[in-house]
Nanobody, 126 residues
Framework: QVRLVESGGGSVQAGGSRRLSCAAF????????MAWFRQAPGKEREGVAS????????YYHDSVKGRFTISQDSAKNTLYLQMNSLKPEDTAMYFC???????????????????WGQGTQVTVSS
């Protein structure tokens, strides 16, 4: 069993930065994907960024390209999402997820991911 715990959310002004962390407890064998999803009030959850542990292939949603960076520290079993130039439309609950059924480099989909964190809220004010 794998448990994911996010941290780093909070309030920030537009143009600011925030780094989210996702600590993984437990062990996943082989290569897999880890991803960040977000869900804003009244909207469906969407995949923001993903990374494939087997080679580092990444995916970014068009809305965050050039502003967000996903990375992992294998030694610490931690996934990160560095968010720069934040906009009010980035306001959402952010979730990290891990799964084996992902397609490398493709938009992450909910049913490809086996394990989910509880989420961390990011609020960007204008």
């Amino acid at each position: 069993q794998v448990r994911l715990v996010e941290s780093g959310g909070g309030s920030v002004q537009a143009g600011g930065s925030r780094r989210l962390s996702c600590a993984a407890f437990g062990y996943m064998y082989g290569s897999y994907c880890m991803a960040w999803f977000r869900q804003a009030p009244g909207k469906e959850r969407e995949g923001v960024a993903s990374i494939y542990t087997g080679g580092g292939s990444t995916y970014y949603h068009d809305s965050v390209k050039g502003r967000f960076t996903i990375s992992q520290d294998s030694a610490k079993n931690t996934l990160y999402l560095q968010m720069n130039s934040l906009k009010p439309e980035d306001t959402a609950m952010y979730f990290c997820a891990a799964g084996f059924r992902c397609v490398r480099g493709a938009p992450p989909l909910d049913d490809e991911y086996n394990y989910w964190g509880q989420g961390t809220q990011v609020t960007v004010s204008s």
